[in-house]
């Protein structure tokens, strides 16, 4: 049976590719900000219960990254406290990236950043 993808971001430059690619391999429900805002974390958990899927895939980001130097609550908001969000009810209801590591025998590589460039992604 094809999966349920949740793809977060559709709009963006790598959410419409995903957009484009996602429906071979699963059942695909595609978000933009107008239907999921990552500011708002309580609407992102409602979401994931509600939609239920087997994958999530965030292609949401800030992605003005002079701008996250100045407007870091909101950068840290989406790029950080969001996918934390996302891999909690992710693990909730079994769509965790373990169980997928596991199922596709990926290995996990240690990520230890080298060089901190400033506050965009460093978490
Ligand atoms: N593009 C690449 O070649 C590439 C390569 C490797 C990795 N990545 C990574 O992929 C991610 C996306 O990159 P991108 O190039 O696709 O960026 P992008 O074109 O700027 O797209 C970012 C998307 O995030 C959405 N977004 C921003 N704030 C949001 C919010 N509060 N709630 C919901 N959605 C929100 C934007 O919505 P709006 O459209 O409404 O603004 C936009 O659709 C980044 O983490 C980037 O580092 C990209």
């Known amino acids: 049976m094809k999966p349920k993808i949740l793809l977060i ?3 963006g430059q790598l959410g419409r590719e995903l957009n484009q ?3 071979v391999l699963g059942d695909l429900v595609a978000l933009d900000r107008n239907q999921l805002d990552l500011l708002d974390p309580r ?3 409602q979401s994931i219960r509600a939609i239920h899927p087997g994958l999530i895939i965030n292609a949401a980001a800030y992605t003005a990254v002079d701008r996250a130097e100045s407007d870091e ?3 840290r908001a989406i790029n950080s406290d969001a996918p934390g969000v996302m891999a909690t009810e992710a693990k909730e209801i079994g769509a965790c ?3 997928l590591f596991d199922r596709l025998r990926l290995r996990r590589i240690p990520f230890q950043p080298l060089l901190r460039r400033g506050f ?3 978490d």
């Open 97 to 99: 990236a373990d169980s």
């Open 120 to 122: 965009y992604k460093s």
């Open 21 to 23: 690619l996602l429906p």
């Open 9 to 11: 971001g559709k709009s």
């Open 43 to 45: 609407e992102l958990r």
């Open 73 to 75: 609550a909101a950068a």
